[in-house]
T-cell receptor, first 115, second 114 residues
Framework: AQKITQTQPGMFVQEKEAVTLDCTYD???????LFWYKQPSSGEMIFLIY??????QNATEGRYSLNFQKARKSANLVISASQLGDSAMYFC????????????FGPGTRLSVLP | EAQVTQNPRYLITVTGKKLTVTCSQN?????MSWYRQDPGLGLRQIYY???????DKGDVPEGYKVSRKEKRNFPLILESPSPNQTSLYFC?????????????FGPGTRLTVT
């Protein structure tokens, strides 16, 4: 069975600083994908970044990067130069590669950016 | 515009009064899913569907029904709602066949059962 763990229920960061949100996962699938979603206070789910298990390089999307350590089964999200608009819930998720594989989500981390 | 739509966005109802939350996607996705989100519990999957007429239970299916008669639509049915089903509900869809396919989420439906 697949499982996602996010051990930080809440995080604070100063504006313009970088912050790392932790995500560890457990799976027996040899191939899988890892995702991060952002949920601002307005409620919608926004896709941020994707990392494939066989990707050689860490994924980056603008100020977001994914620190992927396969041996440790971790997929931490790094947000550089935090902005007030980054205050939100962040969910880590994964999906196995075989046809019909379901998504699994972590419990989320609430990030608060301080001015 | 590629999107997942849900209706209604907000609903207040009473215990026992049957209701349906509609979900529709225009991306020809095979996979569709319903989640509920409660404080401290994250997203929990209610039901999912891999294609037309193919549905399966998620982690918290009790008290819910779904159907998938058309590829684009995946309604969530609460036959006899109870207060413990007060929650924020999300519908989502994605392609199948690879782990790189992200899920697209609807805007959410906030349901209150009194």
């Amino acid at each position: 069975a697949q499982k996602i763990t996010q051990t930080q229920p809440g995080m604070f960061v100063q504006e313009k600083e970088a912050v790392t949100l932790d995500c560890t996962y457990d799976t027996s699938d040899p191939s899988y994908g890892l995702f991060w979603y952002k949920q601002p206070s307005s409620g919608e789910m926004i896709f941020l970044i994707y990392q494939g298990s066989y990707d050689q390089q860490n994924a980056t999307e603008g100020r977001y990067s994914l620190n992927f350590q396969k041996a440790r089964k971790s997929a931490n999200l790094v947000i550089s130069a935090s902005q007030l608009g980054d205050s939100a819930m962040y969910f880590c998720a994964m999906r196995g590669d075989h046809y019909g594989q379901n998504f699994v989500f972590g419990p989320g981390t609430r990030l608060s950016v301080l001015p | 515009e590629a999107q997942v739509t849900q209706n209604p966005r907000y609903l207040i109802t009473v215990t026992g009064k049957k209701l349906t939350v509609t979900c529709s996607q225009n991306m020809n996705h095979e996979y569709m899913s319903w989640y509920r989100q409660d404080p401290g519990l994250g997203l929990r999957q209610i039901y999912y569907s891999m294609n037309v007429e193919v549905t399966d239970k998620g982690d918290v299916p009790e008290g819910y029904k779904v159907s998938r008669k058309e590829k684009r639509n995946f309604p969530l049915i609460l036959e006899s709602p109870s207060p413990n089903q007060t929650s924020l509900y999300f519908c989502a869809s994605s392609l199948l066949g690879g782990s790189s396919y992200e899920q697209y989420f609807g805007p959410g439906t906030r349901l209150t059962v009194t």
